[in-house]
């Protein structure tokens, strides 16, 4: 039988579980292992265990991945939301958008530039469009 061990998952038993999941809520192992009700003692212990500390990696490098898919999620989002303020009535709100996207992309430069002239053409094109809007009603 053969028994990997990238595929194998190590054992731990619900009081280490708990453990696990009680940690980064702490700032001491003693502190965690009180919250789960065990002894500090115990604790010491099973950090000693290698199966424990593989445990722990699997419970960690599974934390990472589902943050990572969290955070790409919200990246989507994000991304998604931006592109509607690319086409907002509000020339600033515009404007902002579009250096951001410009930032984001790597152009850092665009942050010193001096954006005056640029705005003053976007609220000039933002006056004309909502004089000819109030002319027509």
Known sequence: MDTST?????KT??????YLAERPFHASDADA??????????????????????A??????GQLEASRE???TLRDKAIV??????????????????????N????EEVVALDLSPALASLLAEAGEAAGGEDKEE
Do not use: H, I
Request: glycine share 2%; hydrophobic share 45%; net charge positive.
């Open 13 to 18: 038993n619900w009081l280490q579980y708990r």
């Open 70 to 72: 969290q955070l790409m």
């Open 56 to 61: 722990v990696q699997a419970f960690w490098d």
């Open 33 to 54: 292992a009180k919250a789960v009700g065990v002894a500090a003692s115990t604790v010491a212990n099973w950090n000693a265990d290698p199966e424990f500390q593989a």
């Open 81 to 102: 939301r931006l592109n509607a303020l690319l086409d907002v009535r509000d020339p600033r709100t515009r404007l902002r958008a579009v250096t951001e996207v410009l």
């Open 6 to 10: 990238k595929t194998r998952r190590p």
């Open 104 to 107: 984001r992309c790597g152009l």
